[in-house]
């Protein structure tokens, strides 16, 4: 199995998975000789959506990154990896109906912790791809344990806020969705790995 | 015809497919101001859904792996190979439906018997077009005659499997679905072949 | 601009259209309680609408292959160039929706009309695109004016069969679809093309 | 972070969103026993539709070619530039959303504002991008200071002209229409960045 085409395969899929968030993005049906003040508050209905939309657009783009700097590390995947890779787009693939059922009932209860949820199964099963890929030693040789040490904390940094994101739920829904944002700020600002990199020549 | 952009376009049809999978999951539409129980009830009430969902990307996970296996050994496609390559993927694109149909009704005859035929006609094609490879020599030199035996011997696993399936689902529909999960293992779990493809220093 | 990444622009656009084929092949909507004959009924009354996807689908398929047996031939593509490729794809991601038409309404004259001057727009951009390839001279040297002229030939042939499907459609559209897929065995059935290209070594 | 991933991923990204540019032309549930006239004058009234599909998919693949100059000048990028690129793709990926408001509605106000901000927004984020990769000096070193001065100009021209259709929405929303579709000619017809290219040489 090459990287090559699996890494295409999966570039497929998160873009699909990624363009599709939009797609729910639906007026109801209206009648055809609405005025424009309705087609307005119906654009303004929707807002809870967009920010739905934004937030697991911009959520998805940083899985994808995650996993391309995963795969940029793996020389050769084997079997067990590719498995693992299939189980990680599952989950990707399963944040369009997720995003939607948050953006159609933000306040409910259930739809941040299933939202929450689809975060915590796709964050982990990207650091148990990580963990194997490090432990069947498959990663290139100019990647130095401190380096190593650095991913597997960025990685794992995820976990705990999507915990704290369905824990919140059960007070208040609205406290969830803020701290699935965090979780975006974290992998934005840049870190301790971007400065490592930056210093030791590395494009990763 | 090369190689390299007939996988590319199969590649992106397996992608959408598999993400179209996830794409079928949607709420019922309910009233905006439903309470969390009743939300709850319809994530719920989606249950048969999921599991059709899940075991239908693994599926088609599985099928890309077995596609991307025959085209490794294929080091130049004629116009034959080409056509019998867009047949099996008119199959794998008709997986969401059929797997929507058995995922909204799990429990009638003829959404198993629907399932089973397209998953047979998606391991019929493959293996087809992996004979019509061998037959044609297109295959690398490297494939010596007890590997392309033990390549033969996995491909055609599947075909009974899902022929049980189909059978069984005029007996009961449920065992059917058991019967097509059974596939997934039977893939899943390593064997004689990847113990010989490993001991042989061979990627694929 | 590059061909490689237009070829790869394009060939997702393609599996996209193709994929979306089969994703209008829905159930309507059935009460959840229905019994097996219900389904088995609905199913059946899919039959034009499977029939229309078959067809669709190995045209798709058949213009994909057109499509990179021109780029095949072209080393750099130009602004006009990369115009032309915009309008056939334009044209190709609008024929889900014609199928989807045709599907519906068999019988119906409008439908047959749609469908074929979608696929006269396809085969009239690709050939268009072909003769500006030939007249620039992008082609790579390797091509004689006597394979030129068999690919012209070939190309070409299409349209008078789309154009006697849009008018046998005023007579009786069942009529077309039978011309349209006669336009698939034109294509699949090995040509004098084929034979040049086998004698000749071209692996195009 | 490789161009080239990031490329794949944006193309997968350009290629779903134009597909799902057409999947928005639907026919309204007609009942199955509609005549030929009743299809035809349903196919009719979704001319503004069509319109509004044929006037984005070019825009769209507009943007995608302003895209693919960009990547051409970026040797390596960053983390900043990557989110930024994710930042293009989630506009570009609401245009489907847009496009499809503006074609149920093509008088209405609102639904051309939306429409040209989001165009607006695709623009400027195209803009900010390059802008950022001359800054950061990513850009090849044969692209001299004059060649850089064009791309800017012909980068900015589109936004003044977005800016203008909003406005004019206030007085008439079809004469928005028209001022978008102006867009396309400014991009479309050579320009004297063309010109210098061919006369230096260069394929971008």
């Known amino acids: 199995l090459t990287t090559q085409r699996l890494e295409a395969f999966s570039d497929g899929v998160f873009a699909v998975a990624i363009t599709l968030l939009a797609f729910e993005l639906r007026l109801p049906s209206l009648p055809p000789n609405i005025d424009d ?65 948050l953006g159609a009932y933000p306040g409910l209860r259930s739809a941040a912790i299933f939202y929450g949820l689809n975060l915590m199964l796709i964050g982990q099963s990207l650091f148990w791809m990580w963990r194997y890929a490090c432990h069947r030693r498959f990663i290139l040789q100019d990647l130095g344990p401190e380096l190593i040490r650095m991913i597997n904390r960025k990685i794992l940094l ?33 870190s301790k790995l971007d400065r490592h990199l930056r210093t030791h020549g590395d494009s990763r």
């Open 37 to 101: 003040s309705e087609l307005y508050r119906a654009l303004l209905a929707l807002a809870p959506r967009f920010y739905s939309y934004l937030v697991s657009f911009v959520l998805v783009g940083m899985f994808w990154v995650a996993h391309h700097n995963i795969f940029v590390a793996i020389e050769r995947p084997d079997r067990p990896l590719m498995w693992m890779n299939l189980v990680t787009l599952l989950w990707v693939c399963l944040l369009p109906f997720s995003a939607t059922t």
């Open 158 to 190: 995820g976990s705990p806020l999507y915990a704290a994101g369905i824990a919140a739920a059960f007070w208040d829904p609205r406290i969830s969705s803020t701290i699935y944002v965090m979780a975006i700020l974290v992998y934005i600002l840049p």
